[in-house]
């Protein structure tokens, strides 16, 4: 009796063998129950705990759309929101770049998505965390702001030649709703001498830069590559690429920003004017502009006193950017079974934690008769609404659903 040849093994590559080494059981993704809207949830399930929403077909529109319209590559700065849903519709929407500033940021992306181009662009990096990136997830392009961090990653990735690295610069912040300057960002002479010394070891050399988060003014990104421009010229060096960075903006009730359409013709046109247009690579990094409208989270009113009302989700959850920074966020009353007076008011709100830290002013525009027992969905969170949660006081909820009805303001038309 002949004997079949056994097939030989599969060889796979060192970074799937460490994945599979700390991953040894992947665990099959479980679909978020789905709902048609908030007020669906509500009356179906009265939640007693904060539920967080998010829009699959709205992440997709957006991020379509910045792939169709910015003139170069997309890269999804993955601080803004990590979850592996988001991941994955984000790279099959088209995106296969991805910014990540730390080693959980990594593993994120290499166990959700596989085959897409890591750029670690945090200015600051620990000696072990390059070593990682670099040896054991393939990482090849750094952004770096100092000659000491230089010295880390020469040293760390054992002088390797195929690094791109990305020269951070400090660019005027003026029309931002929140300056980035002042921690990372380098500039003058200091620059110069950086530029000339990463041109001596990378492979690739870019400069890259952030003019804030939700930029208001499309005109700040033709004045950052106008000073790109400028130190190029001064350092007397090839680049090879320019990365524009973030601050693309979403809209809010009180910030209602420009059509994105005028800055990515700005971008394009500020391009051509530098000389960047033809054989550099050109990178941009949206996270709000990507998943902001996306998501929302659906809170209970558990007090209610003269205009303000207390709420079981707060700055320590899901709605941080709604105290300090002041963000005012779209709102929408819910109740089963009843409707609401058409007599609007303007509101504040006080999170569950015993901090009076966990205030947020607004104004929240809610029904005049909005009391306790109260369902309120507040939208325009898909951007750091579920990064920045914490567990203080015992408060926490990760109850996740999916909705497909419009987000609650758009610039991508889908209200």
């Avoid at 709102?331 to 999170?351: M, Q, V």
Wanted: proline share 7%.
């Amino acid at each position: 009796m002949n004997k079949v040849p056994l097939a030989k093994p599969a060889r796979i590559s060192r970074s799937q063998q460490f994945l599979l080494l700390n991953n040894p059981l992947p665990l099959k993704p479980v679909a978020l129950p789905k709902f048609v809207s908030a007020q669906d949830l509500v009356e179906r399930m009265k939640p007693s705990e904060p539920v967080y929403c998010i829009r699959s077909h709205a992440i997709k529109a957006a991020t379509k759309w910045f792939v169709s319209a910015f003139p170069g590559q997309v890269m999804y700065a993955v601080k803004t929101n990590p979850e592996p849903f988001v991941l994955k519709t984000i790279f099959k929407s088209g995106v296969r770049h991805f910014d990540v500033a730390s080693l959980t940021e990594i593993e994120s992306v290499a166990r959700e998505c596989p085959k897409a181009t890591m750029h670690y662009m945090h200015p600051v990096k620990s000696r072990e965390s390059i070593l990682h990136a670099y040896h054991k997830y393939g990482v090849r392009s750094f952004s770096l702001d100092t000659m000491d961090e230089l010295t880390k990653i020469e040293e760390m990735t054992h002088h390797a030649r195929d690094l791109t690295l990305y020269i951070r610069l400090s660019i005027p912040n003026d029309h931002a709703a929140m300056s980035l300057q002042g921690k990372f960002g380098v500039q003058g002479e200091e620059a110069v001498t950086l530029l000339r010394a990463a041109r001596g070891v990378a492979k690739k050399l870019g400069i890259c830069f952030h003019v804030g988060s939700q930029c208001m003014d499309p005109a700040d990104y033709r004045t950052a590559m106008v000073k790109v421009r400028a130190l190029i010229d001064s350092a007397g060096v090839n680049v090879d690429a320019v990365d524009v960075g973030g601050g693309f903006p979403s809209i809010y009730p009180d910030l209602a920003p420009p059509a994105l359409q005028g800055y990515m013709d700005t971008i394009r046109a500020a391009l051509t004017e530098n000389g960047f247009a033809n054989g550099m690579e050109v990178f941009c990094e949206p996270g709000r502009g990507l998943v902001a409208e996306s998501g929302s989270v659906v809170v209970k009113v558990e007090l209610r006193k003269g205009d303000a009302l207390y709420i079981n989700d707060g700055v320590y959850g899901s709605l941080f950017d709604a105290g300090y920074p002041g963000f005012v966020y779209p709102t929408r009353a819910l109740r089963p079974l009843e409707g609401f007076s058409g007599e609007l008011n303007s509101f504040r709100f006080f999170g569950p934690t015993c901090d009076s830290l966990d205030a947020m002013k607004g104004p929240f525009t809610l029904p005049n008769d909005i009391r306790e027992g109260d369902w309120i969905e507040i939208g325009g969170l898909g951007a750091y609404g579920q990064t920045m949660r914490t567990r203080f006081n015992g408060f926490y909820s990760d109850k996740q659903v999916e909705l497909s009805d419009a987000p609650m303001l758009s610039l991508f038309g889908l209200n």
